[in-house]
């Protein structure tokens, strides 16, 4: 529906301004196109009471509580590393281990021959043979995990304000970056036990919601899973006008550690007494995107949303495929970023462990594709019938080269990339929509390839979203429209050219 409106949309939009007006209506209704991030039904941190363990863990492999510096999973060890750090820490502070992929052992012929051992090298007919290790199969730089105080626009940004305690190598894992507020820090946990891997977070803490924040960072890295301080590097972000009474030093956050007898601080929040609701302040949701994907200490990135939980062990399982490079789709010219499709489960179920339980329980109607209830068109991804119709295999591979055009052209994927794709417009806000179109714009423009990954998908928290009508945010929706057509584009035109299909 929403294809067809918005298509009817794009006709008319030059003729009368009136149609125009009432069609982005529709649109804006039927077409939620933001992400996942708090839609309509669980409001603005309306976290209630925890989900039980068994819910939010599913059938992952459990870590015993009582780790401290052991590795987060059987397949990756993590090593004790020499060096010492930030060893002020009292009590059984996290020891500083380094972040180990599972080093698939090349075979034997793979040390011997020099010649190809760089991507470059490889040509699409794929006849060289050289196993690459990852670090030569992802050429990439370390960059700097320090913390750093800096502008960025209209707001302050701590970057790295309190950092992971393991230590990764930017070839070495993938990196989910994500933004929130305090109030959704609950999902850190069952997102870890599943991805495993590190996650770069931008907190949006302005005025009296700041000390709330560094109470929850403190409880969060206390009083869960050992997984939270070791891969968890949490960025704090306000607007200047906005600025917090008192800005402790990272390092103290990082090393007191929280009375676990109270109530975690994302529980039974009143949203409408936050400071960010009280001043009615917009969501910068892109802000916090930028902010958490540009601090990722990885090459390869997952900049989604929080309430998105990824099948598990993905990372290793990625990087395995990005090491071996041995199929078509991964040896094209283009840009390209990897796909991931979408689902929702029932409030009873738990996320499906691997696609083979995803299909059994597609089939049994207790998982649906992404917002097939709010709006079927903006996360429809290509092929998904014959992807969800495709038995589990082994590894991940690609299973279709799709194209941000046609019937998805106003697309949002969410998808593993690198920070050398384009940003998202830090104009736009949650409460906008349509805050990840400008992006698959240029994506579109550029000419990427949308490698849609077999075998590996995200679902949604728990709980099926039906439509709720909001008024507030029809009328900001129709303002973001606006700026979107009249300022946005254009300047887009000018930056990235033209390219026949594409639409914001
Ligand atoms: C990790 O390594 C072990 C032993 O080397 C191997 O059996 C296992 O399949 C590997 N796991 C992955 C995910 O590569
Ligand atoms: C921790 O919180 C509990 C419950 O509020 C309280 O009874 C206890 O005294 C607190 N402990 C410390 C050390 O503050
Ligand atoms: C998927 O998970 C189920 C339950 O853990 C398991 O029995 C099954 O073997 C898994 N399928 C594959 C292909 O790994």
Same mark, same amino acid.
């Given at each position: 529906?929403f294809?067809?409106?918005?298509?009817?949309?794009?006709?008319?939009?030059?003729?009368?301004?009136?149609?125009?007006?009432?069609?982005?209506y529709?649109?804006?209704?039927?077409?939620?196109?933001?992400?996942?991030?708090?839609?309509?039904?669980?409001?603005?941190?309306?976290?209630?009471?925890?989900?039980?363990q068994?819910?939010?863990?599913?059938?992952? =492999?459990?870590?015993n509580?009582t %780790? @401290?510096?052991? &590795?987060p999973?059987?397949? +990756? /060890?993590?090593?004790?590393?020499?060096?010492?750090?930030?060893?002020?820490?009292?009590?059984?502070a996290?020891?500083?281990?380094?972040?180990?992929?599972?080093?698939?052992?090349?075979?034997p012929?793979?040390?011997?021959?020099?010649?190809?051992?760089?991507?470059?090298?490889?040509t699409?007919?794929?006849?060289?043979k050289?196993?690459?290790?990852?670090?030569?199969?992802?050429?990439?730089?370390?960059?700097?995990?320090?913390p750093?105080?800096?502008?960025?626009?209209?707001?302050?940004?701590?970057?790295?304000?309190?950092?992971?305690?393991?230590?990764?190598?930017?070839?070495?894992?993938v990196?989910y970056?994500?933004?929130?507020?305090?109030?959704?820090?609950?999902?850190?946990?069952?997102?870890?036990?599943?991805?495993?891997?590190?996650?770069?977070?931008?907190?949006?803490? =302005?005025?009296?919601?700041?000390? %709330? @924040?560094?109470? &929850?960072?403190?409880?969060? +890295? /206390?009083?869960?899973?050992?997984?939270?301080?070791?891969?968890?590097t949490?960025?704090?972000?306000?607007?200047?006008?906005?600025?917090?009474?008192?800005?402790?030093?990272?390092?103290?956050?990082?090393?007191?550690?929280?009375?676990c007898?109270?109530?975690?601080?994302?529980?039974n929040?009143?949203?409408?007494?936050?400071?960010?609701?009280?001043?009615?302040?917009l969501?910068p949701?892109?802000?916090?995107?930028n902010?958490?994907?540009e601090s990722?200490?990885?090459?390869?990135?997952?900049?989604s949303?929080?309430?998105?939980?990824?099948?598990?062990?993905l990372?290793v399982?990625?990087?395995?495929?990005?090491?071996k490079?041995d199929?078509?789709a991964?040896l094209?010219?283009?840009?390209?970023?990897f796909?991931?499709?979408?689902?929702?489960?029932?409030?009873?179920?738990? =996320?499906?462990?691997?696609?083979?339980?995803?299909?059994?329980?597609?089939?049994?109607?207790?998982?649906?594709p992404?917002?097939?209830?709010?709006c079927?068109?903006?996360?429809?991804?290509?092929?998904?019938?014959?992807?969800?119709?495709?038995?589990?295999?082994?590894?991940?591979?690609?299973f279709?080269?799709?194209?941000?055009?046609?019937?998805?052209?106003?697309?949002?994927?969410?998808?593993?990339?690198?920070?050398?794709?384009?940003?998202?417009d830090?104009?736009?806000?949650?409460?906008?929509?349509?805050?990840?179109?400008?992006?698959?714009?240029?994506?579109?423009?550029?000419?990427?390839?949308?490698l849609?990954?077999?075998?590996?998908f995200?679902?949604?928290?728990?709980?099926?979203?039906?439509?709720?009508k909001?008024?507030?945010?029809?009328?900001?929706?129709?303002?973001?429209?606006?700026?979107?057509?009249k300022?946005?584009?254009?300047?887009?035109?000018?930056?990235?050219?033209?390219?026949?299909?594409?639409?914001v």
């Amino acid at each position: 529906m929403f294809g067809v409106v918005c298509r009817r949309n794009w006709a008319l939009r030059l003729s009368i301004v009136l149609n125009v007006c009432v069609l982005l209506y529709v649109c804006a209704h039927f077409g939620a196109v933001s992400g996942p991030w708090i839609e309509e039904g669980s409001g603005w941190g309306s976290s209630g009471p925890a989900p039980s363990q068994e819910m939010m863990y599913g059938t992952v =492999p459990r870590l015993n509580g009582t %780790a @401290t510096a052991s &590795a987060p999973a059987e397949p +990756r /060890s993590a090593l004790p590393a020499a060096r010492q750090q930030e060893s002020k820490q009292p009590g059984p502070a996290p020891e500083p281990v380094r972040f180990k992929v599972n080093e698939t052992k090349s075979p034997p012929e793979a040390a011997e021959s020099e010649e190809a051992e760089q991507r470059p090298d490889r040509t699409a007919n794929g006849n060289i043979k050289k196993e690459l290790t990852l670090q030569e199969a992802i050429l990439c730089n370390d960059k700097s995990t320090e913390p750093k105080t800096a502008q960025r626009g209209d707001y302050w940004v701590l970057y790295n304000y309190v950092p992971m305690s393991m230590k990764v190598h930017c070839w070495e894992s993938v990196t989910y970056t994500t933004h929130a507020d305090y109030t959704f820090l609950d999902n850190l946990e069952p997102l870890l036990e599943r991805w495993r891997g590190p996650i770069s977070i931008a907190l949006h803490a =302005p005025g009296t919601d700041f000390p %709330a @924040t560094i109470e &929850a960072i403190k409880h969060a +890295r /206390s009083c869960g899973s050992p997984l939270v301080a070791q891969l968890v590097t949490f960025h704090v972000y306000f607007s200047s006008k906005h600025v917090p009474k008192m800005i402790p030093v990272g390092e103290k956050v990082a090393s007191e550690r929280a009375n676990c007898s109270k109530a975690a601080p994302w529980i039974n929040v009143n949203v409408g007494r936050m400071y960010k609701s009280e001043r009615k302040l917009l969501y910068p949701v892109n802000v916090g995107r930028n902010v958490a994907r540009e601090s990722s200490p990885t090459h390869y990135i997952l900049a989604s949303d929080i309430e998105l939980y990824p099948s598990p062990d993905l990372p290793v399982k990625f990087l395995e495929m990005i090491r071996k490079s041995d199929q078509p789709a991964l040896l094209r010219p283009n840009p390209k970023v990897f796909v991931l499709s979408i689902f929702e489960v029932d409030e009873k179920s738990q =996320p499906p462990a691997n696609k083979s339980i995803l299909i059994r329980m597609l089939k049994m109607g207790t998982a649906i594709p992404f917002h097939k209830k709010l709006c079927a068109g903006c996360h429809n991804v290509p092929r998904s019938k014959e992807w969800q119709e495709a038995p589990e295999t082994n590894g991940l591979h690609v299973f279709h080269v799709g194209k941000r055009t046609g019937n998805f052209v106003h697309w949002e994927p969410i998808y593993i990339g690198t920070n050398d794709d384009p940003l998202y417009d830090e104009r736009l806000s949650w409460e906008g929509k349509s805050d990840k179109m400008t992006q698959g714009y240029a994506l579109c423009v550029l000419d990427y390839d949308f490698l849609i990954v077999d075998n590996a998908f995200l679902v949604h928290r728990p709980g099926i979203k039906i439509f709720k009508k909001d008024n507030y945010r029809d009328t900001l929706t129709a303002k973001t429209n606006v700026l979107i057509k009249k300022i946005i584009v254009p300047e887009l035109k000018v930056l990235y050219g033209t390219r026949k299909g594409c639409a914001v």
